[in-house]
């Protein structure tokens, strides 16, 4: 099994080598102190890119720009909100865009799920849900195209997951998910004619420190291995970093000819959860 915290080397054999061309780029990633977004923000200032980033949390916020050498040269601009409140989020967007001198990208990454299954969750579970996943991403994008179009164009990403069209509880999220990735299909022809192009990224199950999948690992084997050996043919779940690489990608020039498109980065994983579909 790989090391949670690198994920798998890119394969190809290039290594170090190859850079995906990111650097210089202004980007805004919702969402970037724990998990995905975390690994795209570090992945972009490794990069040279420059990047805004929001979470609740201001002390998780500061300890990434302790961590990050890319704050040091003002590379990296933080704001502590939540994105489901739209002033909140559009004057982030438009602080980004003051203190990079506009924007080439957006991630919509913050997102998640609000109660449990369909007799538990209520009408708030269900409207917290869809606000998060797709409210905000809408929102964002709304905020985003001025600076994109004065850029000559730019790059959206949304992080929607493989729920969005694989079922199973939560159907909230599932749901939410699915809705993200029409979205971007939609996005991506009514903003084509300025230049931006709108691509949702899927990821699998990741294996994230600390979260559920890690948790189950170490706590409940059994049930993982049952779990792994029915749903993943790529034998693990993917790590963050490896979705990490592909958002990047989607960002740089080199994936220029890709817009309305849904990649799923799941090693072929089956149910997105033991209880299935
Ligand atoms: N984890 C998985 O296995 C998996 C699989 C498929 C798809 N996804 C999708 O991938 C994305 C990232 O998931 P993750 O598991 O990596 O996330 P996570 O570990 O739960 O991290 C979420 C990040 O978003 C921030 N955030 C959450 N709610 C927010 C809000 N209302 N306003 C502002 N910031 C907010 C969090 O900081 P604060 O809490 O401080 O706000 C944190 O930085 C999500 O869209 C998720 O649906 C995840």
């Keep these: 099994m790989s090391d949670v915290s690198e994920g798998r080397a890119p394969a190809g054999g290039h290594g170090d080598r190859v850079r995906p061309g990111v650097s210089g780029k202004r980007v805004l990633v919702t969402g970037g102190t724990r998990g995905l977004g975390e690994q795209i923000v570090r992945l972009l200032a490794d990069e040279g890119a420059r990047v805004a980033t929001c979470a609740r949390t201001a002390s998780d916020l500061e300890a990434l720009e302790v961590s990050l050498a890319a704050a040091e ?28 001198g506009g924007l080439d990208g957006v991630v919509a990454c913050a997102g998640g799920s609000r109660g449990r299954g369909l007799e538990q969750a209520d009408a708030d579970d269900w409207a917290a849900t ?132 849904n990649l799923p980065v799941d090693r072929a994983q089956n149910a997105p959860s033991p209880d299935g579909y």
């Design 73 to 100: 040269s003002g590379r990296l601009f933080t704001e502590a909100l939540d994105v489901t409140e739209p002033e909140r989020l559009e004057s982030f967007v438009a602080a980004s865009a003051t203190r990079f």
């Design 130 to 261: 869809w606000q998060l996943n797709v409210g905000h991403t809408a929102r964002l994008v709304r905020a985003a195209v001025p600076f994109l179009r004065t850029a000559g164009g730019g790059s959206v990403v949304v992080i929607s997951s493989i729920s969005g069209w694989k079922p199973g509880p939560n159907a909230q999220y599932g749901t939410a998910k699915s809705a993200q990735i029409h979205l971007a299909a939609s996005l991506a022809r009514e903003l084509g004619p300025d230049g931006i192009r709108v691509n949702a990224v899927s990821p699998g199950s990741m294996l994230i420190p600390g979260r559920r999948w890690d948790r189950m690992r170490r706590e409940d084997p059994e049930a993982f291995a049952a779990f792994a050996a029915a749903e993943l043919p790529g034998g693990e779940p993917v790590a963050p970093q490896e979705v990490a690489r592909v958002v990047v990608f989607l960002l740089s020039d080199w994936s220029s000819g890709i817009s309305g498109a």
